[in-house]
């Protein structure tokens, strides 16, 4: 079968006015081919699995400018794609469609539309932080007879996200059945660094006997700033540190080496009758990802009750689960990623930045870079740029199977042993795995990328490049909400 086109509906006056145009299907299959205007629709061009996405195929074919037609062969069937620009001819057969423009100055053979190259250096990644107001189409050539989105359409749609917010409560966040773990300040610093690890769990809220009150949450940030703390004493660390210090030690310790400045407040938290809005607000005012769902009886001496650990995933399962079967009413949701200005993408740009891992660096460099990038995950990429995984805040409690912070040097530790122990661990505990990177293609949908981030743990869905899988972008819960709210 050739795969050299054999003509295009737009006149080419040489080879070098060709454009290197990605094509993409993302709806799964064994094999798949495209075929379009410039292959004279004859010839079958096959088009290749995009690692680590494999629903996904692309292909980068060199097209004259001008307008094209083309559909996908999809396992013998002819197929177009819903998610892109399409055209319907008399007898009701769908093409999709697509106008090719010029580069200006000129742009040889092989010569990519898909935008600048990614520069990495020092574990750092230059990326735009653009802003979320504008809606318009950065990333992607205009079509020709199709308009962008409407201010109109994107109010409409934030507005019936809004009103869902605003009528809706906490309670209805809850699960119909679960548990939530608490941990007694009282408690040595080693056993609550193991309670998490086994329970699975990245947080936990904090009990004071005495007081008779939740006083604040125990974290895996808490657990980077002890073992950062003593690593700088000491090379090895010792198990009795941790087996003594308690967590009422720890967080005054940590209060004391804290900026006054700097310092939240013991606890924050919202009730069961407060309106999903209102609890989006206050995890994103105090920087936080999870607040406890207290109940105050109101009775005398009453003790308050842990109903739940709300967070920014679970509002979005809630919307996810209230609009299911009607966000082809938002248009907003309908519109590819790369559409809109949301989160962080790599451009021109140098005011913002992306903080990177790679697998041989040690894990004390990965811990600082936590704290200078103030993020909860790194990307962990190759020597190509590429995405291989990612190393979470949470996954530090990795570090209580068998001990192991206490038999070795953090600096000595590299980010691939310490992936390994995370992979090790979801092993052991059994159960259905979550997939820790979520990717996306920059022409995926708003709706699949909410679909993503309503999952359960994952925080954010990287957007990569079809076939090199380098980062072309990062988008967040925190992102995905600050663009929403009204």
């Known amino acids: 079968m050739s795969t050299e086109p054999a003509g295009t509906s737009g006149a080419r006056s040489s080879s070098s006015s060709l454009v290197a145009t990605p094509f993409i299907w993302p709806h799964g299959g064994h094999r798949v081919f495209l075929c379009g205007s410039f ?46 620009p399409f055209v319907t001819d008399s007898a009701g057969n769908c093409s999709n469609c697509i106008l090719v423009r010029e580069i200006e100055g000129g742009s040889g053979p092989g010569g990519a539309v ?44 934030r507005h019936r996200i809004d009103k869902f917010l605003t009528s809706h409560t906490a309670y209805e966040v809850l699960p119909d059945s679960g548990k939530v773990v608490a941990l007694d300040i009282s408690l040595p610093i080693k056993q609550a660094f193991h309670v998490l690890y086994e329970q699975g769990i990245p947080l936990a809220p904090l009990w004071d006997s005495d007081q008779q009150q939740f006083v604040g949450m125990l974290t895996a940030s808490d657990f980077i700033a002890i073992l950062m703390q003593i690593g700088s004493h000491r090379a090895i660390l010792s198990e009795e540190e941790l087996e003594t210090h308690t967590i009422a030690a720890w967080k005054a310790e940590k209060i004391r080496l804290t900026d006054a400045s700097q310092r939240r407040h013991p606890l924050h938290y919202v009730g069961p009758d407060d309106s999903l809005k ?35 995933s ?50 004390s460099t990965a811990l600082a870079l936590f704290n200078q990038a103030r993020v909860s995950s790194l990307p962990i990429i190759d020597d190509n740029g590429s995405l291989i995984d990612i190393y979470a805040r949470s996954d530090i409690t990795a570090l209580a199977r068998d001990d192991t912070y206490a038999h070795v040097q953090l600096e000595h530790l590299t980010v691939e042993q310490a ?68």
């Open 39 to 84: 292959t004279r629709w004859q010839d079958m061009i096959p088009m290749s699995q995009v690692e680590g996405c494999p629903s996904v195929y692309q292909v980068i074919w060199s097209v004259s400018p001008g307008y094209h037609q083309f559909k996908f062969v999809v396992d013998g069937e002819w197929r177009h794609n819903d998610d892109q």
């Open 114 to 157: 898909l935008g600048g190259s990614m520069e990495v250096e020092d574990g750092e990644m230059n990326m735009a932080r653009v802003g979320m107001s504008s809606i318009s189409r950065p990333h992607e050539l205009p079509l020709e007879g199709m308009q962008n989105i409407s201010v109109a359409d994107v109010d409409a749609s």
């Open 278 to 312: 209102e609890v989006v607000r206050r995890l994103l005012h105090h920087q936080v990802t999870t607040v406890p769902v207290l109940h105050f009886p109101g009775q005398e001496q009453s003790l308050p009750q842990l109903l739940h650990l709300a967070t920014l």
């Open 314 to 363: 679970g509002v979005l399962k809630c919307l996810c689960r209230h609009f299911q079967h009607s966000f082809g009413s938002l248009p907003l949701f309908n519109q590819p990623i790369g559409s809109l200005r949301l989160g962080t993408w790599r451009g021109d740009n140098p005011e913002g930045h992306l903080f990177v891992l790679r697998l041989n660096y040690s894990l």
């Open 419 to 486: 992936l390994q122990l995370v992979h090790d661990g979801s092993a052991l505990t059994g159960g259905a795995p979550v997939l820790r990177c979520q990717m996306c293609l920059r022409t995926d949908t708003f709706q699949y990328i909410i679909e993503r981030l309503a999952i359960p743990g994952v925080r954010r869905v990287i957007c990569v490049e079809a076939g090199s899988r380098r980062i072309e972008g990062i988008i967040t819960l925190s992102d995905v909400f600050r663009f929403l709210l009204i």
